[in-house]
């Protein structure tokens, strides 16, 4: 006589696995709506601001690199970065009453001015206007970062 087989039942594993697998999910999913939330509380404009400096500064210090440095290629790029150090008071309100920011704005201000007063018509001139707005940024940052 043969008797019968025993009855296996279905292992609980799969349904651990997939309890698991939906809590990595909503971990996930929770995370990143945390991060945006937070993300969204901050303010862009100052961040944005030093990048599109940056960037300007960048062009103008790839220009003299290239051999490129006309007046066509310079004078854009020092009125973009004189026109964006007007909005530097309104991008760190907290700082708009230290007179330190004040003074490093005003100098970088003073640089562009004189920059664009006389701008510089070849190669030496440029990286040396490049490299004393560098500097200017750079001694704010050090003070303020």
Do not use: W
């Not at 400096?53 to 440095?69: K, P």
């Not at 007179?99 to 018509?121: D, E, I, V």
């Amino acid at each position: 006589m043969n008797s019968p087989a025993p009855v296996r039942r279905p292992s609980a594993a799969y349904r651990y696995l997939l309890v698991a697998g939906l809590g990595l999910v909503v971990g996930l999913v929770a995370t990143v709506m945390v991060s945006r939330a937070i993300q969204a509380r901050k303010d862009p404009f100052p961040g944005s601001l030093m990048h599109v400096m940056e960037r300007q500064v960048g062009l103008l210090r790839d220009a003299q690199a290239q051999n490129r440095c006309s007046l066509a290629d310079s004078v854009p790029r020092l009125q973009t970065l004189r026109s964006l150090s007007n909005d530097l008071d309104l991008a760190f309100p907290d700082l708009k009453d230290s007179a330190q920011f004040q003074q490093h704005a005003s100098g970088l201000r003073a640089t562009l001015n004189t920059a664009l007063a006389a701008p510089p018509t070849d190669c030496v001139a440029m990286g040396q206007l490049v490299e004393k707005i560098q500097t200017d940024c750079k001694a704010c940052h050090q003070d303020f970062r």
